[in-house]
């Protein structure tokens, strides 16, 4: 159905009828070589089909930076014309050898979202850590009666090994870090060989040719498994470390993974103790009750092109529209 529409309907029309000129990608990482820590969790976009989605973005939006973004928003403007802004989060490698060199080419600006504990190759993602995991169970026979003794767990095949691993969340890292010992994978030496985080260079570089940095959080952890404390510390630290180390008074915050149960104080501390002047979140084409939480599109959901996700997400904006379920609620 939704196929139907979209081969009969422009996305001209699908802006104009929903009134929707602002466009937040957000993407991690590009690559054209396998990726062994992020390709059991989403599908990895290469250079050739990344590169067609910013033609598409171009053809139909205009490229805006994140001051240009802020300036409209913070002045509750609306655009005169369909712009977008891209952003790209988790401080990969790939942004400054293969993303950085594409967009400065094509004079597209960008914000490049990081977590400080990253940075350097200090330490690595769990959910990284989950899928070097996942790709060694895909090829070696397991010893399931070790990993049960180990993690109090009763897994007996390689796919139950796989769901356990996919669910676990920030507060089973050490369960994590066991099941990857017991599989002999030695995440350090993966940061030192392997290096999938940006460098202080890097991103110092980053600054120096135009594209804005943005906090992320220290570790990575979904804020809704956290204390209220630890998603402050989590915050603040990642907001000190990028100003200590390279100057940026980082005015935007991107959550880690998603604003999910996140309550209205949360976002007031962000605003008026931490001074961000804008967040984002992944909720695509939704409104917020904070002016100033902005919602992006999640482009790695699929390998399908920026086209067909795009035009799927005016279409659901439009569903949701006479249901009056674009704005989202939060608690206090
Ligand atoms: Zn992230």
């Given amino acids: 159905m939704v196929e139907k529409l979209n081969s009969l309907t422009s996305l001209k029309s699908l802006i104009s009828i929903s009134g ?68 790209f989060d988790d401080g990969l490698s790939e942004l400054y050898h293969i993303v950085a060199p594409i967009l400065l080419a094509k004079g597209i600006p960008a914000t490049f979202f990081i977590n400080s504990g990253f940075i350097d190759n200090q330490d690595l993602f ?96 979904h804020y809704k498994d956290i204390s209220i404390d630890a998603r ?20 935007s915050f991107a959550f880690p993974f998603s604003d999910e149960d996140v309550p209205k104080s949360f976002f007031q501390w962000l605003y008026h103790t931490q001074h961000c002047a804008t967040s984002f979140g992944i909720s695509g084409l939704k409104h917020d009750v904070f002016i100033n939480h902005l919602h992006r599109i999640p482009m790695e959901k699929s390998l399908h092109s920026a086209e067909k996700i795009i035009k799927n997400e005016y279409w659901y904006y439009l569903a949701k529209f006479f249901l009056l379920k674009n704005n989202i609620r939060r608690n206090d």
């Fill in 20 to 87: 929707q000129k602002l466009l937040l990608p957000l993407y991690h990482t590009v690559s054209n070589t396998h990726l062994p820590h992020i390709s059991n969790l989403y599908p990895i976009r290469n250079v050739a089909l990344f590169t067609q989605d910013l033609e598409f973005f171009c053809k139909h939006y205009t490229p805006i930076s994140l001051y240009e973004l802020q300036q409209y928003n913070l002045h509750n403007n609306r655009f005169s014309k369909p712009v977008f802004h891209l952003t």
């Fill in 126 to 221: 769990y959910r990284y850590k989950v899928s070097l995991i996942i790709e060694k169970v895909k090829h070696v026979a397991i010893d399931f009666a070790l990993i049960n003794k180990k993690i109090d767990v009763s897994i007996t095949s390689s796919p139950m090994l796989i769901q356990q691993l996919k669910a676990y969340n920030y507060n089973h890292i050490a369960q994590i870090d066991a099941i990857g010992a017991i599989l002999e994978i030695d995440f350090d030496s993966y940061l030192t060989n392997v290096k999938p985080y940006l460098t202080s260079t890097e991103i110092q570089q980053l600054l120096v040719r135009g594209f804005t940095i943005g906090a992320h959080s220290v570790s990575h952890p």
């Fill in 232 to 251: 402050k510390q989590q915050t603040t630290e990642c907001i000190n470390i990028l100003n200590e180390k390279f100057s940026v008074k980082s005015n």
